[in-house]
């Protein structure tokens, strides 16, 4: 099943009221993680805010969130300023807040894109030819896994998420086909929390589960808004692997591409971990 | 000849005056790019904005600025506002400004670090046996180049440019030794500007040079204070690569390893380029 528009949770999760550069929106209960919201929600709902105020040029090209603190259940505030229109840019500033007190930052920037000499100089991942991916359903990983439907190629955690026959991996590498669920068109909304669906490496590369969250994340999107429609609401492959884990932070880089092995987008993020 | 506290040029094109979170600087006419300052000594300075101010707490941990527009030559001005302080982590949103426009943004998370297990997954780059690197010196390069010792491995742009014996390789990858000329302790400020260092790879793939300007850069330290110490001046090893160009921009990730291959830190940029 295909939903569009406002019916999808997704976009009842990111839904925004007022106008102007001043927004409210309320957590989701579908999209909640260990503590607090899911982060790609937030980024989604942030860069939300940038997207449909009435002064955006362009479309999304590098986006940054930092997560200062878990949000609480209930509403909060998001205010997005265009701090600088250039010709073809443009730098937002983007603060969400409760109460009063400041939950997660975020800079943006947009850009009219135009067409030149393009060249993907990443490779496409490996895939295996054994299985099509292990879908999770552990009921132990938190709701806004539910909001997906992902299938592991690589990057087990067993027993909860066990891939036959795979061997230990170094740089804690996970490969998966990843799509909303029910399904709903890709677009820079549901792209940007794709980025943040890969779970912490440390789950991975240790095999356990820890405390850990993301304390900053950022994403390069590849893609213009009339490339979207070529992808509909097919699932993308994510691809994640971590860098270095030293006292007690470590950083994770992940790609997302289409089917028609185009990278659509690149993010980073550092990672809090407790041992 | 090593030079230390603020006789050294990276200090003094990094000072800054005022005080509680209004600072004023100056551009400095060593480290101008083709077009306005070298994006790397403006990371540099904004960073300190943060690492000076009475308030921080800790040491760098993420630091993402985005380039807003050109810098003229002169002074500027950066506001920098811890907006959300937790137990171990602080978090600052950074604005530098001339004449009251938006010249570029920037967020930066600092955290107060505990020893944990750690691992570098990402592996030390491998060396070519034949050579030390070829030193930068064609005139044709903007002043900052020349503030800098750097050894090129890999990434060459003949004729200005030429490794000897290179290869055509895939991915825009160049390698290379990198000090501060004359030679200077590395520090947070330091090497947050020397993951700037690497050329747009865009000038590598296509073995010529294009109008190009980093958009937006981000960074994660992997060291804390005290591990500065037992690195000195000596010169640390870049490595980067570009992973897709696509209509007029382009993403390029980065590591900064130190002669003992620690991680000291990773990056990643999303550059314009014209064709």
């Given at each position: 099943?295909?939903?569009t528009?406002?019916?999808h949770?997704f976009?009842?999760a990111t839904?925004l009221?007022?106008?102007?550069?001043?927004y409210?929106?309320?957590?989701?209960a579908?999209?909640a993680?260990m503590?607090?919201?899911?982060g790609?929600?937030?980024?989604a709902?942030?860069?939300?805010?940038?997207l449909?105020?009435?002064?955006?040029?362009g479309?999304?090209l590098?986006?940054?969130?930092?997560?200062?603190?878990p949000?609480?259940?209930?509403?909060?505030?998001?205010d997005?300023v265009?701090?600088?229109?250039?010709?073809?840019?443009q730098h937002?500033?983007?603060g969400?807040?409760?109460?009063?007190?400041t939950?997660?930052?975020?800079?943006?920037v947009?850009?009219?894109?135009?067409?030149?000499?393009?060249?993907?100089?990443?490779?496409?991942p490996?895939l295996?030819a054994?299985?099509?991916?292990v879908?999770?359903?552990?009921?132990?990983f938190?709701?806004?896994v539910r909001?997906?439907?992902i299938?592991v190629?690589?990057g087990?955690i067993?027993?909860?998420?066990?891939?036959?026959h795979?061997?230990a991996f170094?740089?804690a590498?996970?490969?998966?086909w990843i799509c909303d669920?029910?399904?709903?068109?890709?677009?820079f909304?549901?792209?940007?929390a794709?980025?943040d669906?890969?779970?912490?490496?440390?789950?991975?590369?240790?095999?356990q589960?820890?405390?850990a969250?993301?304390?900053s994340l950022?994403i390069y999107?590849?893609?213009?808004t009339?490339?979207?429609l070529?992808?509909?609401?097919?699932?993308?492959?994510?691809?994640?692997?971590?860098?270095?884990f030293h006292d007690?932070?470590?950083?994770?880089?992940a790609e997302?591409?289409?089917?028609d092995?185009e990278?659509?987008a690149?993010?980073?993020?550092?990672?809090y971990f407790k041992?």
């Open positions: 099943m295909t939903m528009g406002q019916d949770p976009d009842a839904r009221t007022g106008g102007n550069g001043r409210q929106g309320h957590t989701a579908g999209y993680n503590v607090g919201p899911f790609g929600i937030i980024a709902v942030m860069l939300r805010a940038s449909d105020h009435p002064e955006r040029l479309d999304p590098a986006l940054t969130v930092n997560f200062a603190a949000l609480a259940d209930g509403s909060f505030d998001i997005a265009p701090v600088r229109t250039n010709r073809s840019t937002w500033n983007i969400l807040t409760q109460k009063g007190l939950m997660a930052t975020a800079s943006a947009f850009a009219n894109r135009r067409m030149t000499w393009s060249s993907t100089e990443m490779h496409y490996a295996p054994v299985h099509d991916g879908r999770i359903s552990d009921e132990h938190p709701a806004w909001q997906y439907d299938r190629l690589q087990g067993p027993p909860s998420l066990t891939i036959e795979e061997e170094t740089r590498v996970s490969l998966q669920e029910p399904r709903r068109p890709l677009d909304l549901s792209l940007a794709i980025c669906t890969f779970f912490p490496r440390i789950y991975i590369r240790r095999n589960f820890v405390p969250g993301t304390v950022s999107f590849h893609v213009s009339g490339e979207f070529a992808l509909g609401d097919k699932p993308v492959l994510g691809s994640a692997r971590a860098n270095r007690n932070y470590f950083d994770q880089t997302v591409w289409s089917q092995r990278l659509l690149t993010s980073s993020q550092i990672v041992e």
